[in-house]
C-alpha cells in the first residue's frame, strides 16, 4: 500500500503565517497516520517561486524574483520542519527538475491538441494570478480575496481549451463523488463547471519570471499550472537518483477554499489532456479567522507559528488547530482560545490523566503494568475506536478523529472518578481489582496515546517510551491487545502550566 499526500505551494511573497502551517499539520497528520498504518508514505510540500505573485513584491523590495525565493523559500523550510512535518521533500518550482518536466508535460498537452493561440481580454488579480469572470468581482472591480483593486488586462497568449472538458469534467464528478470533499466544495465545483466553462490562457507574454514555454520561448507558462504540476514533477525527481511516480502517483491533496478551482477544475481537465491518472482526491479546508477575516499577509492580520511554538510547543499548536476550528469549516483561532485549550484540554485532562496513571502505578504497583484484564465497562468503551479513527481519517476528516479520541481521554478520567484507585489501595480484599483498574488504564493510556501520535508527535512519543510501548503502529490499538508486566519509566510533564 502506498500513500501520496500533499500541501499547496505556497507564494515566496511573504513570511509564512499559521494559515500556511495549518495545511501543512494537516497534510503530516495523514502521512503519519499512513505511516503508522504501515504504508509506504510520500509526503510533499514547498513553495511557488514564478508567476506575478512572486515578481510584483520583489519589484516593490526592489530585489529579483529569485532573490526574494531564495530568502523565503527556507522560511518555508523551517516552518515545515518547527510544526514537525515529515515530509519527504520540499520542492521549490525554481528546481530545475521541476522546471524540465513541466515543459515535457506542457508540451504534450500541446502535442496532444489541446492548446491554440489567441487574445484574452478581463479583470485581473496579480495577487491571485487570476482573471475574475463578472459573477466574481468584488465592488468597483476589486478582488474579493484581496480586497485589492484589479487590472484590465489585454494579452495575446497560448489558451488551453478547458471548454472542451465541461463534459468529462461533469462525467468525472458523477462518476467519483468523493473526488472533492466535503460535499458542499464538491457541488460548489460542480456548479462553476455547469455554468459552463471558458478556456484559460496558458502562458503570460508580458512576464519574464516563470517557465518558458517550450514551442514559443517569449512567453512563460502561467503560474498556476506550472505549479500545479509540482505535484507530479516531485515524485520525478524528489529522491535523488529513483522516480517514483509510479509507485505514488496518484495523490490526495490538502488545500484550502481560495483555490478550490484551480484544483477542482483546471487540474482534473489538464491532467486529462496529458493522458495522467487524476488524483485520488482532494479535501478542501477553510480559513482560519483572525478578528473575523482570513488570516493573510495582504490583511496583516497573521500569527507567526514561531511565536505560538515558543509559547506551547509544536504538539499544542498541532493540536488546537484541529480542535479549534472544525476540519473543512472556517473557524476563528486567537492567542486566548490556545491559552484556554492548552489548560483545560491538554494539561488538566490529557497531561494529567498520563500523570495520574503513572504515578499510581509507581505508588500501588512498584512502577509495573499489572497483568490481568480490563473490566469490560470500559474495554467495551474503547475496543472499537481504532477502526471509527481509521475510518474518519481515510476521509481526512481530521478533527472528528480527534473528537473519537478525546472521548476517550475523558472516559479515561472518568473511569479513575469512578473507581477511585486510592482507596482500592487501602483495602487488601480489593486487590485483583485494582491490578484491573490499572491495567485497564495503562492500556487505555497506551492506545489513546497512539491514536493520538499522528497529532501531537513528540509527547506522545515520550509518554509511549514511558510506557515501554515503544514501537507506534496503529496495529497494536486494540485494547487489550498488550498484557501487563512492563516496568514504567519516568516521564517529565507533557504540558506543564505556563
Ligand atoms: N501558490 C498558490 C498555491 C499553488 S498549489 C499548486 C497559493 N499560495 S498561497 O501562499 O497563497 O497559499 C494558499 C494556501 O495556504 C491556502 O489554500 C491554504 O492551504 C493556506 N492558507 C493560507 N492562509 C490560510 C488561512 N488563513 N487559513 C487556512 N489556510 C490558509 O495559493
Known amino acids: 500500500m502506498s500513500f501520496y499526500v500533499t500541501t499547496p505551494i505556497y507564494y515566496v511573497n511573504g513570511?509564512?503565517?499559521?494559515?500556511?502551517?495549518?495545511?501543512?499539520?494537516a497534510a503530516d497528520i495523514l502521512a503519519r497516520h499512513h505511516r503508522q498504518r504501515g504504508e509506504d508514505v510520500f509526503f510533499l510540500t514547498g513553495t511557488d517561486e514564478h508567476g506575478e505573485p512572486v515578481a510584483q513584491q520583489a519589484e516593490a523590495e526592489g530585489v529579483t524574483p529569485r532573490e526574494l525565493g531564495d530568502r523565503l523559500a527556507p522560511r518555508f523550510k523551517e516552518m515545515a520542519a518547527k510544526i514537525n512535518a515529515s515530509n519527504d521533500f520540499f520542492i521549490r518550482t525554481t528546481d530545475e527538475g521541476h522546471m524540465k518536466r513541466v515543459q515535457e508535460i506542457v508540451q504534450r498537452v500541446y502535442d496532444n491538441g489541446h492548446v491554440y493561440e489567441g487574445m484574452y481580454e478581463g479583470?485581473?488579480?496579480?495577487?491571485?494570478?487570476?482573471?475574475?469572470?463578472?459573477?466574481?468581482?468584488?465592488?468597483?472591480?476589486?478582488?474579493?480575496?484581496?480586497q485589492i483593486p484589479l487590472t484590465r488586462e489585454k494579452q495575446k497568449n497560448w489558451f488551453f481549451k478547458l471548454s472542451s472538458f465541461q463534459p468529462a469534467l461533469e462525467r468525472l464528478y458523477e462518476e467519483r463523488p468523493d473526488f472533492v470533499v466535503p460535499d458542499f466544495r464538491r457541488n460548489e465545483a460542480l456548479s462553476f463547471i455547469k455554468q459552463g466553462l471558458q478556456d484559460v490562457s496558458l502562458s503570460r507574454p508580458t512576464l519574464k519570471w516563470g517557465v518558458p514555454v517550450p514551442w514559443d520561448t517569449d512567453q512563460v507558462i502561467y503560474v498556476w499550472f506550472d505549479a500545479l504540476l509540482n505535484y507530479y514533477t516531485a515524485l520525478g525527481y524528489g529522491i535523488e537518483g529513483e522516480d517514483v511516480t509510479e509507485k505514488f502517483w496518484p495523490p490526495f491533496h490538502i488545500l484550502a477554499k481560495d483555490i478550490l478551482k484551480f484544483h477542482a477544475v483546471y487540474w482534473p481537465a489538464f491532467l486529462m489532456a496529458a493522458d495522467i491518472e487524476l488524483p485520488k482526491r482532494m479535501f478542501i479546508h477553510g480559513f482560519l479567522l483572525m478578528g473575523g477575516?482570513?488570516?493573510?499577509?495582504?490583511?496583516?492580520?497573521?500569527l507567526d507559528p514561531d511565536e505560538v511554538i515558543a509559547k506551547f510547543g509544536a504538539d499544542a499548536l498541532r493540536f488546537y488547530c484541529f480542535r479549534e476550528v472544525s476540519f473543512g469549516q472556517d473557524g476563528q483561532i486567537s492567542p486566548a482560545g490556545f491559552e484556554s485549550r492548552y489548560e483545560t484540554e491538554l494539561a488538566d485532562q490529557y497531561g494529567n490523566l498520563a500523570n495520574r496513571v503513572l504515578s499510581m502505578i509507581g505508588r500501588y504497583r512498584d512502577g509495573v503494568v499489572p497483568e490481568g484484564d480490563a473490566e469490560a465497562g470500559l474495554a467495551g468503551d474503547l475496543e472499537g475506536?481504532?477502526?471509527?479513527?481509521?475510518a474518519l481519517l481515510d476521509d481526512a476528516e481530521l478533527t472528528q478523529a480527534l473528537e473519537e479520541i478525546w472521548k476517550l481521554v475523558?472516559?479515561?478520567?472518568?473511569?479513575v472518578e469512578e473507581t477511585k484507585p486510592w482507596e482500592l489501595s487501602k483495602d487488601d480484599a480489593a486487590a485483583d481489582r485494582l491490578d484491573s483498574v490499572l491495567y485497564g488504564l495503562a492500556e487505555g493510556l497506551r492506545v489513546t496515546t497512539l491514536l493520538l501520535h499522528a497529532y501531537m508527535p513528540e509527547t506522545t512519543g515520550r509518554l509511549l517510551k514511558a510506557l515501554q510501548a515503544d514501537g507506534a503502529s496503529f496495529d497494536n490499538a486494540g485494547f487489550g491487545s498488550r498484557p501487563g508486566g512492563q516496568q514504567i519509566g519516568a516521564l517529565e510533564p507533557l504540558f506543564p502550566k505556563r
Open 15 to 25: 513570511e509564512p503565517h499559521l494559515g500556511h502551517a495549518y495545511s501543512t499539520i
Open 123 to 146: 479583470w485581473y488579480c496579480p495577487r491571485c494570478a487570476d482573471f475574475k469572470t463578472e459573477s466574481e468581482l468584488g465592488p468597483n472591480n476589486t478582488c474579493p480575496i484581496h
Open 293 to 302: 477575516h482570513k488570516m493573510s499577509k495582504s490583511l496583516g492580520n497573521v
Open 385 to 390: 475506536a481504532p477502526d471509527r479513527v481509521r
Open 410 to 415: 475523558r472516559r479515561l478520567n472518568q473511569y
